[in-house]
């Protein structure tokens, strides 16, 4: 079941952006019928793995209930972890992505920047529960658990890691608030209008290298004056 689930989460994260619409046919030998059908699958997949993330979701939280702070610090708490946080970004990753689709929200080049790396986390934890299967093979046990041992290790890294993230993020608001040339020009705003927002960007520049090019920073002025 969960096959099923992460390959076709796979699909729709790679191809619903080119096929949730009925267009022309770009090539001659695609037909109409073909195009229909592109867009019924991509619809169906994207409905199957909402309503599984909402099913999942549901499980998380009535086992973090149940099992309190052994939800997190138990034998599994690592693989509990993944699911609820890889849930979570999954359903709002779908959530967003569908209502882009049906122009219930008007994406820009910054937000797009942001759904592509929620999207890629998503996913990338989604695939990580693999491993939790994985264990019960005597060729790949002794690896996870190494694995699992070496992400308890680095917990507070992480936690170093965010502390600076957010503080570039801050210097990086303060530097740049007032900088006119960072307004778009259709849009009176920028993603360092707040602290917040400027973390996000960072983690955005981080995440995705070329954004760090100066022509590429969210919500600069590509157009001519």
């Known amino acids: 079941m969960y096959a099923v689930h992460i390959i076709l989460l796979t699909g729709t994260m790679i191809w619903f952006n080119e096929w949730h619409t009925l267009?022309?046919?770009q090539d001659e030998d695609e037909s109409t019928w073909q195009n229909e059908a592109k867009v019924k699958l991509v619809w169906g997949t994207w409905t199957y793995n909402t309503i599984y993330n909402i099913i999942l979701l549901h499980h998380e939280y009535k086992q973090m209930r149940q099992d309190g702070w052994d939800y997190?610090?138990?034998?599994?708490?690592?693989?509990?972890?993944?699911?609820?946080?890889?849930?979570?970004?999954c359903f709002v990753s779908l959530a967003l992505i569908g209502l882009d689709a049906t122009d219930l929200w008007e994406t820009t080049a910054h937000t797009t920047d942001q759904l592509d790396v929620l999207c890629s986390q998503a996913l990338l934890l989604t695939?990580?529960?693999?491993?939790?299967?994985?264990r019960g093979l005597s060729q790949t046990a002794y690896l996870v658990?190494?694995?699992?041992?070496?992400?308890?290790?680095?917990?507070?890294?992480?936690l170093v890691l965010v502390i600076i993230l957010f503080a570039f993020g801050v210097a990086f608001f303060l530097l740049l608030r007032h900088n006119s040339n960072m307004y778009d020009y259709t849009e009176d705003y920028t993603l360092y209008d707040s602290p917040i927002y400027s973390t996000v960007a960072v983690y955005n520049i981080m995440c995705k290298p070329q954004s760090a090019s100066i022509s590429n920073l969210p919500g600069r002025n590509t157009g001519g004056a």
């Open 23 to 25: 267009q022309d046919p």
């Open 145 to 158: 658990h190494m694995l699992v041992a070496i992400v308890k290790d680095i917990k507070y890294f992480l």
């Open 72 to 89: 997190f610090t138990g034998s599994d708490g690592t693989f509990n972890l993944i699911d609820s946080v890889g849930g979570t970004l």
């Open 127 to 134: 695939w990580f529960k693999i491993l939790f299967f994985m």
